[in-house]
């Protein structure tokens, strides 16, 4: 080959070299590296990278909005239970009606004291005495106590030949005392028998508060220190079951109880079963109210004493009365006593208008003494029946 062709190749090879190596040179100074980061500066402008760049850079790898993590599941919070009610503990039963005399004294203040003025008057003369049985009788004592008072009276402010006020109270005391029956046995039987808790049955009318008179009974035993099993076998009113249940939570009182229209008797049944199944003291069984003129409501209660016999003995038959109705309590005090054997009254709403010779009434008719009384509308307000705080409350002089 020609030494001028060789000469004018190589020079050509080493033309393209060179100028690959200028073009190569022109193209990283416009196009940076991937490693570049240091910011251009443009018009004395200083441009930061890019954001992904910068990033990276730091370490942090910036997510896609398409690979972006899903929000949290919404949380539904669950509604916090409520707290279980704190148990109460209710007063001992004695001293109970002491500490309610000034509310009882209020209410029978009127008796007492209209009796007492007329005791005191200057002359007692035969129309003085009539007014004096008269206001005996208006206060539901009865013609026939009301009667025996007033000529026992006469009798002794004869004798003694003096009316001084505080003799004259205290004749009247003796008097009112003797009516009521100061030394009869009150005593609610509720000391259990061995394995066998005692049990109890309470019963009366419609709107007697017999309910309420269950739960606060269980009030005063729980006080006493005993324990007790409450039996809801009023089947008939759904709101019986509920506020005995009521009652119970408040104590520690366990209820039994079954769906409305239950048979009353099996609910009476398994209530003594469970008392005597936890070892209890005592159990109340809080019957239907029933109307004392019909005959097949009648007829159900004597039932349900019947099948309750035949797991353990009836105790007491506590008779809720209304103190403010009077003679019509007492109507209906008959009428039980013939179905089931009344052992005990249960004398409610005696802090209004109620007239306390009921009482009086109430045991000389039926030869069942008054054991419990129910003095207000508070929790406690159920009291064991004292004659003697009774009286003294009744011819306390404001």
Do not use: C, Y
Not at 295 to 313: A, F
Not at 377 to 396: I, Y
């Amino acid at each position: 080959m020609d030494i001028t062709l060789l000469a004018a190749i190589a020079i050509v090879v080493v033309l393209l070299a060179v100028g690959g190596f200028f073009l190569v040179r022109t193209q990283r100074s416009v196009t940076p590296g991937k490693d570049e980061t240091k910011p251009e500066v443009t018009g004395g402008t200083t441009t930061a990278p890019p954001e992904e760049d910068r990033e990276r850079d730091e370490g942090t790898v910036a997510t896609p909005p398409s690979q972006a993590p899903p929000a949290p599941a919404e949380t539904v919070e669950e509604p916090e239970a409520e707290p279980a009610p704190e148990l109460e503990t209710p007063p001992p039963s004695a001293g109970r009606m002491v500490r309610l005399r000034q509310r009882l004294a209020r209410s029978q203040n009127s008796l007492g004291q209209g009796l007492l003025n007329l005791l005191s008057s200057d002359s007692l003369t035969e129309d003085t005495w009539e007014e004096i049985e008269d206001t005996l009788i208006t206060a539901d004592i009865g013609v026939t106590s009301a009667t025996q008072i007033v000529e026992n009276l006469r009798t002794r402010v004869k004798v003694l030949g003096t009316r001084g006020p505080d003799e004259v109270r205290g004749l009247l005391r003796e008097e009112l005392l003797d009516q009521i029956g100061a030394d009869t046995d009150r005593t609610v039987r509720t000391e259990p028998h061995g394995d066998r808790p005692a049990v109890i049955m309470v019963v009366g009318v419609n709107g007697t508060g017999k309910t309420t008179t269950s739960g606060k009974l269980a009030r005063v035993l729980i006080g006493d220190g005993r324990s007790v099993v409450l039996g809801a076998a009023d089947t008939f009113r759904a709101a019986a079951t509920e506020q005995l249940q009521t009652w119970g939570g408040r104590v520690g009182a366990p209820v039994v109880s079954k769906e409305e229209g239950a048979d009353p008797a099996s609910v009476a049944f398994d209530t003594v079963e469970r008392g005597a199944q936890e070892g209890a003291d005592t159990v109340i069984i809080d019957t239907a109210g029933r109307l004392h003129t019909k005959t097949g409501l009648m007829d159900e209660l004597g039932k349900v004493k019947r099948v309750v016999e035949k797991k353990s003995q009836v105790d007491e038959v506590l008779l809720v009365l209304d103190a403010t109705t009077g003679q019509n309590g007492l109507r209906q005090a008959r009428v039980f006593a013939e179905v089931v054997n009344i052992t005990g009254i249960a004398l409610t709403k005696l802090d209004g208008t109620a007239k306390g010779g009921i009482i009086v009434q109430v045991q000389r008719e039926l030869g069942v003494p008054v054991k419990l009384v129910g003095l207000g509308e508070g929790p406690d307000d159920l009291a064991p029946f004292d004659p003697e705080v009774f009286v003294d409350a009744l011819l306390t002089q404001e």
